[in-house]
Nanobody
Framework: QVQVMESGGGSAQAGGSLRLSCTTSRYITYMSWFRQAPGKGREEVAG???????GYAASVKGRFTISKDNAKYSLYLEMNSLKPEDSAVYYCAAAARNLGGVSLRQEDYAYWGQGIQVTVSS
């Protein structure tokens, strides 16, 4: 079993920035961020692999940056130019197997954090 723990988040004004961090209990090759807004389904945000390759949802591309620190078992999400519609609970997810590439599919991830709230006010 792998423990996944998110930190960071909180509140920001529209146009502002926030940074999320995620740490796992052991080394993981493929990790991603997902989010779920009230009344909506969970959706992909961004993913990264051990080689530094990344992928983004269209809604955040150009505003969010995902990065992975293999030595620290950590994943980060730098969120800039925040919008009220970015408000959601953000989840860090870790894959249990070799995905062969960056994936933004929820079913590819076996281990999930508890989630952390991000609120953006207008």
């Amino acid at each position: 079993q792998v423990q996944v723990m998110e930190s960071g988040g909180g509140s920001a004004q529209a146009g502002g920035s926030l940074r999320l961090s995620c740490t796992t209990s052991r080394y993981i090759t493929y990790m991603s961020w997902f989010r779920q807004a009230p009344g909506k389904g969970r959706e992909e945000v961004a993913g990264a692999d051990h080689m530094g390759r990344t992928g983004y949802a269209a809604s955040v591309k150009g505003r969010f940056t995902i990065s992975k620190d293999n030595a620290k078992y950590s994943l980060y999400l730098e969120m800039n130019s925040l919008k009220p519609e970015d408000s959601a609970v953000y989840y860090c997810a870790a894959a249990a197997r070799n995905l062969g590439g960056v994936s933004l599919r929820q079913e590819d991830y076996a281990y999930w954090g508890q989630g952390i709230q991000v609120t953006v006010s207008s």
